[in-house]
């Protein structure tokens, strides 16, 4: 899977798809606080790792001065995207 497969991957957000290279900075951290709170305790906790990933997307967004992750440098975004769990574990 190379990096324009993995933009063009779709993602599920605010009840549709869209690949991921057109979430926001917003839509990420929105995705990131979502998946911290589900992850606290219990049998979700596992996606605690998942909250992290988006998190540090987010960060990394913001330190780059990007509005959308399709505007990262590609190489970082799938990085990224692999940690967030967008790309299936399957096709890793």
């Given at each position: 899977?190379?990096?324009?497969?993995?933009?063009?991957?779709?993602?599920?957000?605010?009840?549709?798809?869209?690949?991921?290279?057109?979430?926001?900075l917003?839509?990420v951290?929105?995705?990131?606080?979502?998946?911290?709170?589900?992850?606290?305790?219990?049998?979700?906790?596992?996606?605690a790792?998942?909250?992290?990933?988006?998190?540090?997307l987010?960060?990394?967004m913001a330190?780059?001065?990007?509005?959308?992750?399709?505007?990262?440098?590609?190489?970082?975004?799938?990085?990224?995207?692999?940690?967030?769990?967008?790309?299936?574990?399957?096709?890793?």
């Amino acid at each position: 899977m190379n990096a324009a497969d993995v933009l063009r991957q779709p993602v599920f957000a605010n009840g549709r798809y869209k690949p991921f290279s057109e979430f926001t900075l917003e839509e990420v951290r929105a995705r990131a606080a979502e998946l911290s709170a589900a992850g606290r305790a219990g049998p979700l906790a596992r996606v605690a790792g998942v909250a992290r990933a988006w998190g540090e997307l987010g960060r990394t967004m913001a330190a780059a001065g990007v509005g959308t992750v399709g505007e990262l440098d590609p190489d970082i975004a799938v990085e990224l995207a692999r940690q967030a769990w967008v790309i299936p574990r399957a096709l890793l």
